[in-house]
């Protein structure tokens, strides 16, 4: 079996796609799918799918397709879903009570912890039955529980300090909802979701190629029509 430290990237972030499919595939009590019907679910080629989970071993039959609940525990245990994850928040503003609640409801495999704030008008409040606690407990709270996984939902100005603190306190992961780019140590893994970017990015989609020169000609037209 491969050595899983050379598993890429991007490998590693399809496989909770698998996942939430599978999950689906379950409700549904679809028992066994092949790697063309996980395409059709999925959006990723059948090829591609196999050489993704070739990097873990061989979890199909040939002219039969995957167990369904069979590969869901296995990729539950390649990501270390099979048991609940602590985490962390970090940031109670508008959008840290949003992910807060949603990981407590939603999110089956992880366990929040508690939230952090420096606000002394959120600290004491309650997020479902999550309290809002200082920042000044975090370091002890992410010893006692061994926490290794934090969310930091705070100001683009503060991030890299709160990102510092959480490095020397041992997070090891970190999913930064702050727009700005962090520096970490070898060792410690960032992945960036930058809701501004995602809507900004999906708005290209909303008009025709067409309608997208008509805009870009019109304004060529008008630089060449505009006095010096």
Avoid: C, W
Avoid at 55 to 65: E, L, P
């Amino acid at each position: 079996m491969p050595d899983h430290s050379y598993t890429p990237q991007t490998v590693v972030k399809r496989l909770p796609v698998y996942l939430r499919v599978l999950d689906n595939l379950l409700r549904r009590e679809i028992e066994i799918i092949s790697s063309k019907e996980l395409s059709g679910e999925t959006g990723f080629t059948p090829e591609q799918i196999r050489k993704d989970l070739a990097y873990f071993g061989a979890f199909g039959t040939r002219g039969t397709g995957y167990q369904t609940s069979y590969l869901r525990e296995k990729i539950l245990k390649i990501i270390g879903l099979d048991q609940e994850t602590p985490i962390i928040i970090v940031g109670a503003g508008h959008l840290g009570i949003a992910l807060t609640r949603y990981n407590i409801t939603n999110n089956p495999y992880v366990e929040v912890v508690a939230a952090f704030d420096n606000d002394p008008d959120v600290i004491g409040e309650k997020i479902l039955n999550i309290e809002v606690l200082p920042a000044s407990r975090m370091e002890s709270l992410i010893q006692e529980y061994g926490i290794k996984v934090a969310v930091i939902a705070v100001p683009s100005q503060k991030a890299q300090q709160v990102v510092d603190d959480l490095v020397s306190y041992g997070i090891k992961a970190v999913l930064n909802f702050a727009p700005v780019k962090l520096e970490v140590p070898q060792g410690v893994q960032v992945h960036n979701a930058d809701l501004t970017i995602e809507l900004q990015s999906l708005i290209y989609y909303s008009s025709s190629e067409k309608e997208r020169m008509t805009r870009l000609q019109k304004e060529k037209e008008g630089e060449i029509e505009s006095p010096q």
